[in-house]
């Protein structure tokens, strides 16, 4: 069997999560490939809002295309008349009230892990509040990310697809162009995760003030047809809502399901403020994006009072014929950069589970030197294309996709809520009665919203679940066989002191030069080194123990780069931090040694990796099929050369078999 990179030596499948203060690191926030930029003191408050209202609130944005349409078809079938109208806006905007604006922009925003959210971020900060690894802080951080992805991928679809089902309503087209709609959707889609590689850094200082434009239509449109019947202002009371769900008994359950698909992206919210900040985001979504959908909303709602036929497409039968093309371009427009949000935010949250060791060492490339964020993951972006492609194909049309939306989205959510509980009790210190009476009406809600999507399972919301699913399971095994592999690692090592100690009673062949060995754990003997003793039986002039650590920081500044601790006259430990929105750069910052008296040339300097070839063993450590699993990650696995950017001329590879 051919060797393996092993997880403990150097080619470790992410660089270490943690500071050396034993703080975790934040995992990078979604969507950071369109910031506006990295730091927040440099861009001014009003432009960081409107990149904002371009990223943040992309999805959220384009709601109204379809949540009231199918919202209202489901309470039409039960109590009728007005109530059937005025309700399902009335849960609307109560649910834009209390999952957005409660929840998210006034409570959860407030649990940041150094300015940074989303679910890994909270993994990682419940984890630091409670002081020590949970298993049940961290099966719910692996939930939450493969839910992630489950949304990832429909997102886009129903997106794009029901901006483009706009042309059925066009003047003067009819039918005629029906059979287009799927085709055309699926070339704007194809085109969108081409266009992927070649990074959009150039693009997204645009995506700000198209959506602002587009939240404005929404407003102005709302408001508009506001005027339509004027008694639809009822709506903005929670009775109405209430009445409904009351009056439909269980199918006002399944109507929650469908009124849900108006707060999905919600989350954003939380995962993109380490690149917006709290104040811009939350000033975005009070001032102006709530205060547009809440008119569109209305207006649609009046519309449909007035005009009962609308309810077939409101959102569509609310633009006057003369601004049709251009609201249909635009809506497009928006949908697109939606969608660039979500398959951003999959690359971000890719690049966060390697980093934590959920997931094998994965292509990553960074595609602008000028942000970050600015990063493509070929393997992820190939996956979403082929999801997304598959799912306009199956499913046809925005109405049959809005069966499969929403329950990733309402997990993600209340796993949320059940994390911050450690945040709130261990970290804000409140008592566990205050916690509780906060916690408990967003659990319940999120509960409800959760139970009422499950009931779309049979129609097509398996396919999220069975997706989540396999990548729990993907997470699950490459992070247990990682701690096999380590504990075997370190059960047959020796510590590093007492090697140095034998070593100095019965000292070796040297031969000239240096040796770097790279590995995760800098107090016991790399494997390499033992390796390199044992049958080469040498030992190099100079001898560097190597770790490269991820901090809780974006960026690590030069002279903070490097922790050096000389051991003695053969051997140094060095200690490389990187921020976690940096690529490691291991020769350039091994470069900044000189300024604390190493000097070596790299070019004559030799790189030892550690390499095990892993067998599968059937009587010990995980089933022998999930032990396949994990060697077929470990084999597919990012070389870590590429990933520590080490020159392949000096590398030397040394290992042996291990079963796990």
């Excluded at 030799?606 to 892993?614: E, H, K, N, P, Y």
Aim: proline share 6%; hydrophobic share 50%.
């Amino acid at each position: 069997m051919a060797g393996d990179a092993s997880p403990g030596d150097g080619a470790s499948p992410a660089p270490l999560t943690g500071s050396s203060d034993g703080t975790p690191a934040p995992a990078p926030a979604p969507a950071s490939a369109l910031a506006v930029g990295p730091a927040h003191g440099k861009a001014g408050f009003w432009a960081l809002t409107i990149g904002a209202i371009g990223v943040v609130f992309g999805d959220i944005g384009t709601s109204p295309l379809y949540a009231l349409r199918e919202a209202i078809a489901h309470a039409r079938s039960g109590v009728g008349g007005d109530l059937a109208v005025i309700g399902v806006v009335s849960l609307a905007f109560w649910a834009l009230m209390i999952v957005v604006t409660f929840k998210y922009v006034l409570f959860l925003m407030r649990a940041d892990n150094r300015g940074e959210g989303g679910t890994l971020a909270l993994m990682a900060l419940a984890t630091h509040a409670v002081g020590r690894r949970s298993a049940w802080i961290f099966a719910l951080g692996v939930c939450g990310a493969a839910l992630f992805y489950g949304d990832g991928i429909i997102t886009p679809a129903i997106s794009v697809l029901s901006a483009i089902e706009g042309v059925k309503d066009a003047p003067g087209v009819g039918t005629r162009l029906d059979a287009f709609i799927v085709p055309i959707s699926a070339a704007i889609l194809i085109g969108l995760f081409l266009v992927q590689s070649r990074g959009t850094a150039g693009l997204a200082r645009y995506f700000g003030p198209i959506t602002a434009i587009w939240f404005l239509s929404l407003g102005a449109l709302g408001l508009y047809h506001i005027f339509d019947d004027v008694s639809v202002l009822r709506a903005l009371s929670p009775h109405y809502g209430v009445m409904l769900l009351l009056s439909d008994g269980f199918l006002g359950f399944i109507i929650l399901g469908s009124v849900f698909l108006a707060v999905t992206g919600a989350e954003a919210l939380y995962a993109d403020m380490g690149h917006f900040g709290k104040a811009p985001i939350r000033m975005g979504w009070l001032c102006f994006v709530l205060p547009c959908l809440t008119l569109n909303y209305l207006g649609q709602g009046a519309l449909i009072l007035d005009n009962p036929s609308a309810a077939e497409n409101p959102f569509w039968s609310m633009v006057p014929q003369f601004a049709y093309w251009p609201m249909l371009a635009l809506a497009t427009a928006a949908t697109v950069i939606a969608s660039q949000a979500v398959i951003t935010g999959a690359f971000s949250v890719t690049q966060q589970a390697v980093q934590l060791g959920l997931l094998p060492r994965i292509d990553i490339r960074f595609t602008s030197e000028t942000q970050a964020g600015q990063i493509f993951v070929p393997a992820v972006n190939t996956f979403l294309m082929l999801g997304v492609l598959t799912l306009l194909f199956v499913f046809q049309s925005s109405h049959n996709l809005t069966a499969a939306y929403g329950v990733a989205v309402t997990g993600v959510m209340l796993i949320n809520t059940l994390m911050a509980w450690s945040v709130i009790t261990r970290k804000w210190s409140w008592s566990i009665w205050a916690t509780l009476a906060a916690l408990i009406p967003f659990g319940f809600i999120d509960t409800v919203f959760l139970t009422s999507n499950l009931l779309k399972i049979p129609d097509g919301a398996w396919l999220p679940l069975v997706l989540g699913a396999i990548l729990v399971l993907i997470m699950w095994t490459w992070t247990r066989g990682s701690q096999i592999l380590s504990a075997k690692a370190k059960k047959d090592s020796l510590p590093l002191v007492d090697l140095i100690e034998m070593l100095r009673a019965r000292p070796p062949h040297r031969a000239p030069g240096t040796a770097i060995f790279l590995t995760s754990d800098p107090e016991v003997a790399p494997v390499a080194l033992m390796h390199n003793l044992k049958h080469n039986k040498v030992l190099h002039e100079k001898n560097i123990i190597l770790t490269v650590r991820t901090t809780d920081r974006p960026r690590v500044p030069d002279k903070e780069r490097v922790t050096m601790e000389p051991i003695n006259d053969d051997f140094k430990k060095i200690t490389l931090s990187f921020g976690f929105m940096e690529s490691p750069q291991v020769p350039r910052a091994l470069g900044l040694c000189r300024k604390q008296g190493l000097k070596f040339d790299i070019m004559s300097t030799s790189f030892f990796l550690g390499r095990r070839s892993v067998v599968p063993s059937a009587s010990q450590g995980m089933p022998l099929w999930q032990d396949k699993l994990y060697i077929f990650l470990m084999r597919n696995a990012a070389n870590p050369t590429d990933f520590f950017h080490i020159p392949p001329g000096r590398v030397v590879e040394l290992g042996a078999q291990v079963s796990v």
